[in-house]
Nanobody
Framework: QVQLVESGGGLVQAGDSLRLSCAAS????????MGWLRQAPGKDREFVAA????????DYADSVKGRFTISRDNAENTVYLQMNSLKPEDTAVYSC????????????????WGQGTQVTVSS
């Protein structure tokens, strides 16, 4: 089992940057593919970015390509989401998730979820 705890959210202005972190417990973190997903008020949870267990493969939603970067440090059991050039439409609760199979955009394929961290971008 994997427990996930996100941090790094906050209130920023459009154009600013934030780095989210997701700390995982458990010795099997390095065997899981990791994803970041977000949910804005009144909207469904949507895929943001994902990284394979070994960090070789990544995937991004079209809306964040070129602005967000996902990375992981298996020695530290942590996955990151660097968010640059933030826009008001990026406002959401961001959650990290772990899954055993590489279906990055399919939120149903993630087994373990964190509680989320709020990101608010003002215009």
């Amino acid at each position: 089992q994997v427990q996930l705890v996100e941090s790094g959210g906050g209130l920023v202005q459009a154009g600013d940057s934030l780095r989210l972190s997701c700390a995982a417990s458990g010795r099997t973190f390095s065997s899981y593919h990791m994803g970041w997903l977000r949910q804005a008020p009144g909207k469904d949870r949507e895929f943001v970015a994902a990284i394979s267990w070994n960090g070789i493969s990544t995937d991004y939603a079209d809306s964040v390509k070129g602005r967000f970067t996902i990375s992981r440090d298996n020695a530290e059991n942590t996955v990151y989401l660097q968010m640059n050039s933030l826009k008001p439409e990026d406002t959401a609760v961001y959650s990290c998730a772990a899954g055993s199979n590489w279906y990055p955009k399919n939120r149903d394929k993630y087994t373990y979820w964190g509680q989320g961290t709020q990101v608010t971008v003002s215009s």
